[in-house]
């Protein structure tokens, strides 16, 4: 069970690093991951009144304030406009709109879940995890760091021009996935993210135009053989490597149907 | 810690313990539609609206309410039993655990989306589990409603 002994919401993000320091004090985000431990925290460091709980945008990127609400999310029309609404794609199938609401992107990237739909498509965006004292760091890099005392500040999205697509396969609607696949293309350069395997998310690079059949094939297959896959009560690893070739050829096929008509 | 919450439209303040959930401190005000369905945030049973949002009770820390206002099913009277009616109406509700925080996300998709479609209607209430309905009778409760708030 969870247990805090205090609580104090932030008025700097100087004062809640400060806090967050000390082994026995946590950043508190949602809360939903949090709340399924058993730990005993001494001070809940609550960062909702720093004004991180939005997306903006510029004409070159999206900044995501870690207090983000994956709901807002999912509903903001710049953010899926931009990712061809791979954004929405990614987090619709996440339990519930009340869970939604609650869960933050920073709890969700800071957690570095192997089963997360959020690392998978963040790993495909040119994205840089913000940190207060560690400046930016690259999502991929961030994703294989081990968690420190830290503050993840926001997300940063550069607006590329690529186009992006997202699938999931799911045993029931709303459980955590079997597997996650994100692409991403532009400029040549083909990027597929595959999660839930059930390890975090990897990457593979291409330069090849997933719009041409034998291309998608080729890359499909070259994923199968590729990706370290595992079994857990949700799935076995083979039927994991056999739905890793599927998605990333509809993932293809996505994108070069986005490609097509931009 | 000292808060102060607006449930229903009314300002309480307390002295509360730092993890006191928000279920919990609601229920000690005497909002009991508000029930705890499992201890993993995936049932929907406990949904009540944080400003104006859809939220899990039993995942918020009564404190992080702090300054806000939070509506239960209770503050929700009029429009919860004429929607209710209609689910009634259905079958819909069997052992009626679920009730209370499906008719609260239900309310709030109405608010966000007078006329969603079908589709809409699943994906916003899939985070209600029912163990008895099927949620067909949930379905058709739903779109009998909105046909009527239409034509009325
Ligand atoms: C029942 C359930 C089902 C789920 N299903 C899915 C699913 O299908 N797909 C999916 O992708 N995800 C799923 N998740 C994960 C969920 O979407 C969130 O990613 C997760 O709850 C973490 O987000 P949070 O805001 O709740 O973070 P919290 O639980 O508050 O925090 C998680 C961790 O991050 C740290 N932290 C939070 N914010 C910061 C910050 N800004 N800086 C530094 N550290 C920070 C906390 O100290 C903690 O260690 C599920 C979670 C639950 C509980
Ligand atoms: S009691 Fe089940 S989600 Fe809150
Ligand atoms: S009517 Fe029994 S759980 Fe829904």
Redesign the interface.
Known sequence: MLSVANYKRAESLEEAWELNQKRTNKIIGGMLWLKMEDIRINTAIDLSGLGLDRIEETDDGFSIGCMTALRDMETHAGFNGYTCGAAREAVRHIVGVQFRNLATVGGSIYGRYGFSDVLTLFSVLDAHAELYKGGLVPIREFAGMRPDNDILVRITVKKDGSVFSYKSVRNTATDIPVLTCAGAYGGGKLTLAVGARPGRAVCFDYETDPGSPAAAERVSADVCEKIVTGSNLRAGAEYRKHLAGVLTKRVCAELAKEAGSK | ?NIEITVNGKKLRDEID??MMLIDYLRSHGCLSVKRGC????C?LC?VF?DD????SC???A??A?GRSVTTLEGLRGEAEEFAGFIADQGAEQCGFCNPGFVM?AI??FREDPSPSEEKIK??????LCRCSGYEGQLRGIEEYLKWKKQK
């Open positions: 810690m730092a993890d201890e993993t945030s995936n929907g949904t944080l949002k859809p939220v899990l995942s918020v820390l404190a992080r702090d996300n709030a998709l994906e916003y209430l899939a985070g209600n």
